[in-house]
């Protein structure tokens, strides 16, 4: 990550900027049901894209991570010095019942700025870049139409994400799971990572779990 200006503003305003020390808390324990699939994205900083997706109908969990790299066991002080080539990501647990892949694709692209290189404002580095995770053949039609779609009738040719066949998915470690649920105050949360989700339920109200709503 680009560090911002001072130390102080970029502990307080980036997603790196979580201290050590912060409570370990682990998720409610979670039991995926024989129904249930996975989809791996990666837009930004994981607190923000974890919160979205576990906003939507359809999703039963969604998991911070890391995906996309090279190395083993990616830690979170590893990941944001770009040494393992990894991103963050989040692996969404859903209901193919209720919502589809192609609508988790909706969600992903209508939740971040896809033409950005390696980050999403404020954070910055190959850690933060776009990535969607395909597990088969249809996932990657389903993403690379969109990314056409999308390219034609609004970026004009500059979609940036990487479009990836999936391989491996570590889970990060515990502080980082719900975070944006359990630490409403934290500076970040409250200046990035809620008017993010908020942007997105104003322009998906459809999408939204009862409870989500405004």
Same mark, same amino acid.
């Given at each position: 990550?680009?560090?911002?200006?001072?130390?102080?503003?970029?502990?307080?305003?980036?997603?790196?900027?979580?201290?050590?020390?912060?409570?370990?808390?682990?998720?409610?324990?979670?039991?995926?049901?024989?129904?249930?699939?996975?989809?791996?994205?990666?837009?930004?900083?994981?607190?923000?894209?974890?919160?979205?997706?576990?906003?939507?109908?359809?999703?039963?969990?969604?998991?911070?991570?890391?995906?996309?790299?090279?190395?083993?066991?990616?830690?979170?002080?590893?990941?944001?010095?770009?040494?393992?080539?990894?991103?963050?990501?989040?692996?969404?647990?859903?209901?193919?019942?209720?919502?589809?892949?192609? &609508? #988790?694709? +909706?969600?992903? %692209?209508?939740?971040?700025?896809? /033409?950005? =290189?390696?980050?999403?404002?404020?954070? $910055?580095?190959?850690?933060?870049?776009?990535?969607?995770?395909?597990?088969?053949?249809?996932?990657?039609?389903?993403?690379?139409?969109?990314?056409? &779609? #999308?390219? +034609?009738?609004? %970026?004009?040719?500059?979609?940036? /994400?990487? =479009?990836?066949?999936?391989?491996?998915? $570590?889970?990060?470690?515990?502080?980082?799971?719900?975070?944006?649920?359990?630490?409403?105050?934290?500076?970040?949360?409250?200046?990035?990572?809620?008017?993010?989700?908020?942007?997105?339920?104003?322009?998906?109200?459809?999408?939204?779990?009862?409870?989500?709503?405004?």
């Amino acid at each position: 990550m680009k560090i911002l200006f001072t130390t102080t503003v970029f502990l307080l305003m980036s997603c790196l900027g979580v201290a050590k020390n912060e409570q370990n808390r682990s998720k409610e324990m979670y039991k995926p049901s024989q129904e249930t699939k996975v989809a791996y994205f990666a837009s930004g900083c994981f607190w923000c894209v974890e919160a979205i997706f576990e906003s939507v109908k359809g999703v039963e969990e969604a998991v911070s991570g890391y995906a996309g790299g090279h190395t083993k066991n990616p830690t979170y002080e590893s990941t944001g010095r770009g040494d393992t080539g990894h991103a963050e990501t989040v692996a969404v647990y859903y209901n193919p019942k209720l919502v589809s892949f192609e &609508t #988790l694709v +909706k969600v992903y %692209y209508g939740s971040h700025d896809p /033409t950005t =290189v390696n980050g999403q404002h404020p954070d $910055y580095g190959s850690q933060y870049r776009s990535i969607a995770f395909y597990t088969n053949e249809q996932e990657k039609a389903i993403i690379n139409n969109m990314i056409a &779609t #999308l390219n +034609k009738e609004v %970026y004009n040719g500059k979609v940036a /994400t990487e =479009v990836q066949k999936f391989n491996k998915f $570590y889970k990060a470690e515990e502080y980082h799971q719900d975070f944006e649920k359990r630490n409403p105050n934290q500076p970040y949360v409250k200046a990035v990572s809620i008017p993010r989700l908020n942007r997105f339920k104003k322009k998906f109200p459809e999408l939204l779990k009862e409870k989500e709503k405004f």
